[in-house]
């Protein structure tokens, strides 16, 4: 059974103190103390190095905090066929290797997508929503030049018009990781190239004024 930190620096402070016993009880050497000194310290650092280690699992499965500052021009973001995409991470070459795969794939964490300035989909680490491959999902009102989050979460998220977004893209075939493109699976939308255009290059949040 695998103990805990604690229970290895517990483990540490009793070697201390039975070492300083048995030198009281029976005299032994300095030799033999130090000896159970380096038992106790190496025990010590073997916990402490288990609970950074359990720290550092915990920080990369954190989820990526997100507020209405995240989001800005979707223009601003990376074009792909049609659609924006960015990592929050950094990661953009791992989220346009996915995003540009002919079989599809996992999106990495971080990941963003977008198709129209009001609604994004923002990757979360493995394990945060099964449900939504760890998509979470936001409604945005951009109307006055800046984000504001309407809405936000995994599986009752509704936009504008009524539609949860969950619904639309669980129709995703598995490979598109819930991603709806054409071919993908997913309903259509009632919008043309032409329309979605106009409504991404009319992001007023686009050429703001400093």
């Not at 990495?108 to 945060?128: D, F, I, N, R």
């Not at 709806?180 to 991404?200: A, F, K, N, W, Y």
Request: charge should be negative; include cysteine; proline fraction near 6%.
């Amino acid at each position: 059974m695998a103990l805990s930190a604690r229970s290895i620096a517990f483990a540490a402070l009793d070697v201390l103190y039975r070492a300083r016993y048995y030198r009281k009880q029976h005299n032994y050497g300095a030799p033999a103390m130090t000896r159970l000194k380096k038992i106790a310290l190496a025990t010590s650092l073997a916990g402490a190095a288990a609970l950074a280690g359990v720290a550092q699992i915990y920080a990369a499965d954190a989820p990526i905090e997100i507020d209405a500052d995240t989001f800005e021009c979707i223009t601003e973001m990376t074009p792909v066929r049609g659609f924006y995409v960015d990592n929050l991470l950094g990661d953009i070459a791992a989220t346009l290797a996915v995003a540009n795969s002919e079989t599809g794939g996992t999106w990495p964490t971080g990941s963003v997508v977008q198709l129209v300035p009001t609604e994004v989909m923002v990757k979360q680490p493995a394990g945060t929503s099964p449900q939504t491959n760890d998509w979470e999902f936001f409604e945005l009102d951009v109307s006055s030049g800046e984000s504001e989050i309407v809405t936000r979460g995994f599986t009752d998220v509704v936009n504008r018009f009524g539609g949860n977004c969950l619904d639309c893209h669980v129709k995703a075939e598995p490979q598109w990781d819930m991603i709806c493109e054409t071919g993908h699976g997913c309903d259509p939308i009632p919008l043309s190239r032409e329309m979605i255009v106009g409504i991404q290059q009319g992001d007023p949040r686009c050429n703001r004024p400093e």
